[in-house]
């Protein structure tokens, strides 16, 4: 079962809510049971976000590269190669932050 603290939002995964909030430190009474359709989408979400969150660290590790391509200028197929990838690398870490967000708003967090 699922356990969200009403205070801080903390999600507690248990039998039982805790007697304290790990996070804000409130009372157990403050902890609500998720439904179980919303801990459904909570549960399948988790993994989904861990492979955004992994995604969008990945990106950054190929925008650094594509700039440090773009700062020694080999020639104008290396350039072009690295500004497709700065661009690429871009907009996707923007898609997935927007999707990330998506999921916060839509309960598919947690
Ligand atoms: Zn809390």
């Given amino acids: 079962m699922l356990f969200k603290c009403s205070v801080c939002g903390f999600i507690w995964d248990g039998d039982d809510a805790p007697d304290k909030c790990p996070k804000c430190g409130a009372p157990k009474e403050k902890f609500n049971k998720l439904d179980d359709d919303v801990a459904g989408l909570v549960l399948k979400s988790r993994e989904t976000n861990d492979i955004h969150m992994k995604l969008a660290v990945h990106l950054e590790i190929i925008a650094d590269l594509a700039k440090r391509g773009l700062e020694i200028k080999l020639d104008p197929g290396c350039v072009d ?17 927007a999707e990330l967000a998506t999921h916060m708003t839509k309960q598919k967090w947690g």
Avoid: H, S, T
């Avoid at 190669?81 to 932050?97: G, I, N, P, S, T």
């Fill in 81 to 97: 190669v690295f500004e497709k990838a700065q661009k690429a690398a871009y907009e996707l870490r923007q898609m997935v932050k």
